[in-house]
């Protein structure tokens, strides 16, 4: 029997007033997640937690919310900003670089692919409508998603897995990518230049998409990049088990005396 990757989620976090705070991941990605094959873990914010917490993993999951503060990529804040909290942005850059640095596959969701970038060096276009001249819906409610095209550049791994040149995909994001970090490519963009997906080629699977494949349940490009993400988790766990079990043989063997 296959074993499921377990896949972490940061988590978001409601603080209404005069409430108890919660911390929770919605059911969309959840169940994305479970139909692919994987055990959804949410994650709340425990950034210095980071590290130890993807040497236990096999995939992370960073997914949508509210906006990065731009503080965060060095630039002062637009009026149309909403950031998120704080101990949410400071969980979800932590747990970004940390599987960058490892290596572990990661899927960011519109937000997820936006720290993707920062904690790559890169910024972000703060608000489409005031600072790009397009006539494409990029913001809408996700009870009333708007849809366009995105077209998909050859030659990546994004590209390899849903099999197609162009896409049509909902849109519910008010920002965007600016400045590509470093080591990153773009892998799709919207017909009026907007940037819609990132990897690092140097990984098996870091990679970031705008829309909200989530979301689109029953559509093939969706369930094909899940598939692929949680089939990277299941050669990452793999290649785990097998480094750990050849360190516990390593460490069982007797000593081998030196001939005299």
Request: proline share 7%; hydrophobic share 40%.
């Amino acid at each position: 029997m296959t074993t499921k990757p377990l896949i972490g989620i940061g988590s978001d976090i409601n603080s209404p007033a005069g409430q108890r705070e919660k911390a929770f991941a919605y059911l969309t990605y959840t169940e994305a997640l479970r139909r692919a094959g994987a055990i959804p873990v949410v994650i709340p914010p425990q950034p210095e937690n980071a590290a130890a917490l993807v040497e236990a993993l096999d995939g992370v999951l960073l997914a949508g919310g509210d906006d990065c503060d731009p503080a965060a990529y060095g630039q002062e804040r637009h009026p149309s900003v909403e950031p998120m909290d704080p101990r949410r942005q400071a969980n979800d850059l932590a747990l970004a670089e940390a599987a960058r640095r490892r290596g572990i596959p990661t899927l960011g969701v519109c937000l997820g692919l936006q720290v993707i970038n920062i904690v790559a060096g890169g910024s972000l276009v703060q608000d489409i409508d005031s600072q790009v001249d397009t006539e494409i819906v990029h913001a809408s409610k996700p009870e009333d998603r708007a849809r366009h095209d995105v077209l998909v550049e050859q030659g990546t791994q994004l590209a390899s897995i849903v099999g197609e040149r162009e896409l049509n995909v909902n849109s519910s994001h008010h920002q965007a990518i600016g400045d590509v970090g470093a080591g990153l490519r773009v892998t799709a963009h919207a017909p009026d230049g907007i940037v819609e997906g990132l990897e690092d080629p140097r990984l098996p699977f870091y990679l970031g998409v705008q829309w909200h494949p989530e979301d689109m349940n029953g559509e093939e490009s969706a369930s094909t990049l899940f598939g692929a993400f949680i089939e990277a988790a299941r050669r990452y766990a793999a290649e785990k088990r097998e480094r750990a079990l050849k360190q516990e043989a390593t460490e069982l063997s007797p000593a081998v005396s030196e001939p005299r």
